[in-house]
C-alpha cells in the first residue's frame, strides 16, 4: 500500500502537469493559478487511501481525484469573492490578482473541467458517480446559502450549524471516501459506513477551522487570525459564546459584534478573552473530539482487515493534529 505522502506526491505531479492548451488564456491562466497554490489535497489524498484499502493502484483514480480537488479549489475562488478575501494559502486571492469578473468566469470553467475530468471512469460505475458528485455539488451551494442567510440572524442555533457545515465541507470528504470505494468496487455496506466516516471526519476538520481561525497561528495557518470574529461570522465559537455568556459577557459581547467601525485588532483580542472566560475553547476542542470519535466508529464497521485500513488512520490522525 502507498504511504498518503506518497499519494500527495503523485496528486501534485498529476495536478502540476495538467494541460491548459485551450484559449484564451485570461480565462485559464488563473485557474492554473489557483490549482497551482498547493494546499493539503485532503480529498484526493482521502479518495486514493480508500480505493487503496481494496485495490492496489490507487493512480488509476487519478483523473477522478484530481478532478473532485478542482471542484473544491472552485469552490474556494468563489468564496474568496464573497467573502472578498484577500488571502488564500499566503497568496493573492484571484479576484485580488485578476478582478472579480474573471474571478466568476475562471470559476465556472473549473467546475465544468472538474465535470469533465470526473466523467473519465468506467463506464458502470459512471451513473453512481456523478449522481454522487452532483448531489454533494447541490448539498455544497445549500449549506454555503444558509452560511449566507447566517450572516443575517442572531438567533443561530448549534444544530444549524452543525447541520451547514455539514452541507458545505463535510459532505465533500464523504463523497471522496464513497467515491474511493466506489472506484474500488467495495461493497454497498461499506462505501456507506466510509461515507459517514468522511462525513464525521470533515465535521471535526470544519470545527477545528473555527477554533485554528481565532487560536491559530497566522505564520502557518496561511491567513490572517480573527477573520470570523471581524466579520461577525456565526461559527461554533460564536453561537455557543452567546448561549453561555453570563449577562455581562453577553454586553460586552453583543456591543463588540454591533459596533461596525471597531478596530479589529482590539475586537479579535476582546472577544478572544471573552471565548476564553466562558470556556468555548474547551468547549471546541471537546465537541471536535466527539465527531472525530464518531468517525472511528463507522470506519470500524468496515469489512477491511486494520491492516489496511492503517494508513487511512493515520492520515486522518495526522489531520486531526493540524495547526494549520
Partial sequence: MLKSQEI?????????????????????????????????????????????????????????ACALETYHNYTLLHDDLMDNADVRRGKPTVHKRWNPNTAILSGDSMLVLAYERMAICDGEKLPAILN????????????????????????????????????????????????GAILADANEQDADMLYRFGEKVGLAFQLQDDYLDVYGDPSVFGKAIGGDIVSNKKTYMMINALLQANDSQQRELKQWIENESADHDKKIAAVTRLYNEIGIDRMALQRIDHYFAESRQYLDAVNVSDEYKRELIEYTNKMMNRKY
Fill in 8 to 64: 500527495l506526491h503523485l496528486v501534485n505531479d498529476y495536478i502540476d502537469h495538467l494541460p491548459f492548451d485551450r484559449t484564451p488564456s485570461g480565462l485559464y491562466e488563473p485557474i492554473r493559478y489557483v490549482l497551482s497554490l498547493g494546499g493539503k489535497r485532503i480529498r484526493p489524498v482521502l479518495m486514493m487511501l480508500v480505493y487503496n484499502m481494496y485495490k492496489d493502484n490507487p493512480e488509476a483514480i487519478l483523473e477522478q
Fill in 132 to 179: 454522487l458528485f452532483t448531489q454533494t455539488a447541490l448539498q455544497i451551494g445549500e449549506g454555503q446559502q444558509y452560511d449566507m442567510d447566517f450572516e443575517h440572524r442572531n438567533d443561530v442555533t448549534e444544530a444549524e450549524y452543525i447541520e451547514m457545515i455539514r452541507l458545505k465541507t463535510s459532505v465533500l470528504l464523504a463523497c471522496a471516501t464513497k467515491m
